[in-house]
């Protein structure tokens, strides 16, 4: 297992790490989402990620419940704040009120007391930014969060909110969560840029786009039993006829490196020295071990050529 810096914190996580969206809690029967987490932490796997909204709360427990079989120190927890937790009018947002309660229930629901990293999913137009960046801050202070992230935020809102951090002397974001694999490439453009300028590492989720990249489809309709597809469907997914083409594509230039082609489409991510680290999911120990083998592959210039050229097409 390969490490790397988050961003330009002193922080090292496993440049893989491994996630709970509608997985633990979810899906997958807690049996192998309990032995998922512990296959990662046996091989080198120091980076779990979680999310209140997970299942409600439940894949947090899950990820908690099993972390502490295992020294606190030895691991990197982040989890997140945004989405929806109940019917009232504050039970969602970045709010201080809404953050600092959520934070706790995390923290409870976690059994620790305190997370890695705390991420505002999303950003929110209705909360100044100052708000926000004040009341993680408080967070940072009382020891319950060590790091700041964001997630799917635009390099423009990471820049106020940058800007803000400096102002008000308040904790800065060191790290941001976007999108990002072969068929999904927005954050090349200004995303990656700004946090090799400013020093906030990428934390990749999708990056095997949901399993489309594992080459487990072999067509829109032949989609296998208890995957993703089957229970969010082909249209969600994005599963084409067009994708599933690239992806045997790709497949061929798997083989002849004698890797998977979801280990070759991880190795294409961590060839971008601002990923810290490649989020996956996953529902059984053994596709653990499969992407897990993906750190420390490197792909040599031709490969790189000959990748784009599939994705062009």
């Known amino acids: 297992m390969e490490f790397r810096r988050l961003g330009s914190s002193g922080l090292k996580v496993s440049d893989i790490s491994l996630g709970s969206w509608l997985t633990y809690g979810g899906y997958v029967e807690r049996e192998n989402a309990v032995k998922s987490i512990q296959t990662a932490y046996g091989m080198g796997v120091n980076f779990f990620d979680t999310a209140n909204v997970y299942e409600q709360g439940a894949a947090e427990m899950v990820v908690g ?52 990293i705390y991420y505002c999913h999303r950003f929110h137009t209705e909360t100044p930014v100052e708000e926000t960046l004040r009341a993680l801050d408080d967070l940072v202070r009382q020891g319950k969060v060590l790091y700041v992230g964001v997630s799917m935020w635009t390099a423009a809102q990471m820049e106020e909110a940058l800007a803000v951090a400096d102002r008000y002397l308040l904790d800065r974001i060191v790290v941001n969560q976007p999108l990002y694999n072969m068929f999904e490439r927005g954050i090349e453009d200004e995303i990656i840029p700004l946090g090799e300028k400013k020093g906030i590492g990428q934390v990749v989720y999708s990056p095997l786009a949901q399993g489309v990249l594992t080459g487990k489809y072999a067509s829109r309709e032949d989609v296998p039993e208890n995957s993703r597809a089957s229970k969010l469907g082909s249209d969600r997914l994005k599963i084409s006829e067009e994708r599933i083409s690239q992806v045997q594509a790709l497949g061929h230039i798997a083989d002849e490196l004698g890797i998977s082609v979801g280990q070759l489409a991880l190795a294409w991510i961590l060839r971008q020295g601002n990923v810290s680290s490649a989020l996956v999911g996953a529902s059984r120990p053994e596709q653990v071990e499969e992407n897990v083998n993906a750190s420390g592959i490197k792909l040599s210039s031709d490969t790189l050529t000959a990748i784009e050229d599939i994705l062009k097409k």
Request: proline share 4%; with cysteine.
């Open 65 to 116: 419940e099993t972390l502490r079989g295992f020294p606190r120190e030895s691991y990197v927890l982040a989890t997140k704040v945004f989405g929806k937790m109940g019917d009232g009018p504050n039970d969602q947002g970045l709010s201080r009120k809404h953050i600092m309660e959520q934070c706790h229930a995390s923290l409870k629901r976690l059994g620790t007391d305190y997370v890695d």
